[in-house]
């Protein structure tokens, strides 16, 4: 299957991509088909050196049937390749990590406390009743 993704190039802590056609068995900085743009990440978004693409060989293999990543399709989209894709719905992204681990240690402390003392108490008093009979029987039968 034919992808259109990102191949990572550059030095460490500044990447720099170019945006390749390639199987996607490939390994991600490995054998690709063709390269057909590059994608610099460091650059403002206004800059006209931050994306750069060949629109002729895009519509080609899009054509063939080559599906792009999730982030080239946004790039394409941005430069009116292709329609810009559908942005999903993940409401936790915009929460810091702190804040929703807080929300759910709350969540789920929250139905254990609750839950606990009804489930316990019925189970403590049926064994102790069971549990006394079943222990004299077993002493009679010993003697």
């Given at each position: 299957m034919l992808k259109l993704r990102l191949s990572r190039g550059g030095t460490k802590k500044r990447p720099v991509y170019k945006v390749v056609v390639a199987d996607s068995r490939f390994a991600?900085?490995?054998?690709?088909?063709?390269?057909?743009?590059?994608?610099?990440?460091?650059?403002?978004?206004?800059?006209?050196?931050?994306?750069?693409?060949?629109?002729?060989?895009?519509?080609?293999?899009?054509?063939?049937?080559?599906?792009?990543?999730?982030?080239?399709?946004?790039?394409l989209g941005e430069n009116e390749l292709m329609p810009m894709p559908v942005n999903g719905n993940n409401p936790n992204k915009a929460i810091p990590k702190k804040e929703r681990n807080k929300k759910e240690e709350d969540k789920t402390e929250?139905?254990?406390?609750?839950?606990?003392?009804?489930?316990?108490?019925?189970?403590?008093?049926?064994?102790?009743?069971?549990a006394a009979p079943a222990v004299e029987a077993l002493k009679e039968e010993k003697k």
């Amino acid at each position: 299957m034919l992808k259109l993704r990102l191949s990572r190039g550059g030095t460490k802590k500044r990447p720099v991509y170019k945006v390749v056609v390639a199987d996607s068995r490939f390994a991600r900085d490995g054998r690709f088909i063709e390269k057909v743009g590059f994608f610099n990440p460091l650059l403002p978004k206004d800059k006209k050196e931050r994306v750069g693409l060949e629109a002729e060989r895009i519509k080609y293999w899009l054509g063939q049937g080559a599906k792009p990543t999730t982030r080239v399709a946004r790039i394409l989209g941005e430069n009116e390749l292709m329609p810009m894709p559908v942005n999903g719905n993940n409401p936790n992204k915009a929460i810091p990590k702190k804040e929703r681990n807080k929300k759910e240690e709350d969540k789920t402390e929250a139905p254990k406390v609750d839950a606990a003392p009804a489930a316990e108490a019925p189970k403590e008093e049926a064994p102790k009743a069971d549990a006394a009979p079943a222990v004299e029987a077993l002493k009679e039968e010993k003697k």
